[in-house]
């Protein structure tokens, strides 16, 4: 079974990564998007607040990086046909320089039609022209949205589409992360390395509710092999603090994502948060699973109804190993260790709490919540 296992994830690590740059994005991108909390009422001073405050609440030591502006941001274009922000954020390259001033990368946001998903200028007809801004300006992120692209391109156009903006933004010469968000229409896990790519959502959106995050999180199962060291598969950006979600849920919707290494991309206002909010975006044994450095997405290794196990193969031998109670009241959920190829006793730790829970044989056994999780560290 633990060469099964071994084998099924090794594929992972033999797909060819092509093009996606794997020394950007060699670990899953983490940072904050304005998009969840803010959407489209997001302003310049919102920006510099959240690198405030990833800069000083401990989110930069835990990893997080990038502050990425999201849709709204857009105005008009001058009259040789450069984008220029609107009123609410003015000049971009202050905020660029103040974000990088903290130790930050920053992010924006654009798509390949001719308008956004918000209906804001996108870059449809000025991709050259639109990367080359962004290198001016100083970004180190795009997440380029399909949108209106719809109008313009068949769907099977998508490679060539993403590709054009791939190539202009290599030709700026500066190293930017390429996100890609096309809802994970045409099977996009299969060649979005290919154009570049170093993330790509792999549903529509989420929202802040249980319903939804799981719905998308526990249907990841069987993109793994897709994922590695600079491309991953993004099941979208965190709905953690904006209220949606109790305790519970939020434990679970992180123990999936850094499972499935994902991309860990706060959604909410990182200026107004509270502790519990903060401690389970920074919680650093349960971040180092998300970010390990083999980059091995993880996957289902048993189900019971509404109850599962995943697991995800760390760099040091261990396995990160969450257990779901996708249901309506408190269960036991039992991990067998020979699911995980495992045939001698174990040491497991509770990366949550960062306690050593002892040595077991055979299986170990939790009571986990109503949609809640335990995540623990099997060694
Ligand atoms: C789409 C994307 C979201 C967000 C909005 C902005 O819905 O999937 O993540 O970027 O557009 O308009």
């Known amino acids: 079974m633990r060469r099964q296992i071994a084998v099924i994830f090794a594929l992972a690590l033999a797909l060819p990564a092509a093009a996606a740059d794997s020394t950007l994005a060699a670990t899953p991108p983490m940072g904050w998007n304005s998009w969840n909390h803010f959407a489209c009422k997001v302003t310049a001073a919102d920006v510099r607040a959240a690198a405030d405050a990833i800069a000083s609440n401990g989110m930069k030591d835990a990893g997080y990086v990038y502050v990425n502006i999201d849709d709204c941001w857009q105005g008009d274009r001058d009259e040789q046909g450069r984008i220029r922000a609107n009123a609410k954020f003015g000049d971009m390259k202050p905020l660029v320089e103040y974000v990088h001033s ?16 918000a209906r804001y200028e996108g870059s449809y007809g000025h991709e050259e022209q639109d990367a080359q801004q962004y290198a001016d300006w100083g970004f180190d992120y795009l997440k380029y949205d399909w949108c209106s692209a719809e109008r313009v391109y068949q769907r099977s ?46 549903t529509e ?39 949606g979600m109790n305790h519970d849920e939020s434990i679970t919707h992180m123990s999936l994502w850094v499972l499935l290494a994902a991309p860990l991309l706060a959604g909410n206002d990182l200026s107004n948060m509270s502790q519990e909010t903060l401690d389970i975006l920074t919680n650093k ?66 990366l949550w709490t960062h306690k050593d829970i002892g040595s077991f044989s055979g299986s170990y056994t939790a009571d ?7 995540l623990v560290k099997i060694r």
């Open 285 to 350: 044994e349960v971040v180092a699973v998300d970010q390990d450095a083999k980059g091995i997405q993880g996957r289902r290794v048993a189900q019971e109804g509404p109850l599962e196990v995943w697991a995800k193969p760390l760099a040091d031998g261990g396995i990160a190993v969450g257990l779901f109670n996708r249901g309506e009241s408190v269960n036991p959920i039992t991990v067998n260790f020979k699911d995980l190829g495992f045939d001698r006793s174990v040491q497991i730790r509770d």
């Open 102 to 117: 903290k130790g930050l990368k920053i992010g924006i946001y654009s798509s390949p039609g001719p308008k956004t998903c």
């Open 157 to 202: 156009q998508m490679v060539e589409v993403y590709k054009k903006m791939h190539d202009a933004l290599v030709k700026t010469g500066r190293p930017i992360v390429f996100s890609l968000c096309q809802y994970g229409y045409e099977r996009v896990w299969r060649w979005g390395a290919s154009v570049g790519g170093n993330l790509w959502r792999t």
């Open 368 to 374: 986990v919540p109503r949609h809640g999780a335990v």
């Open 205 to 243: 959106d989420i929202n802040d509710h249980y319903d939804r995050m799981s719905v998308i999180g526990f249907d990841q199962d069987g993109l793994q092999p897709f994922a590695g060291p600079g491309h991953w598969n993004d099941p979208d950006m965190l709905e953690i603090g904006n209220g």
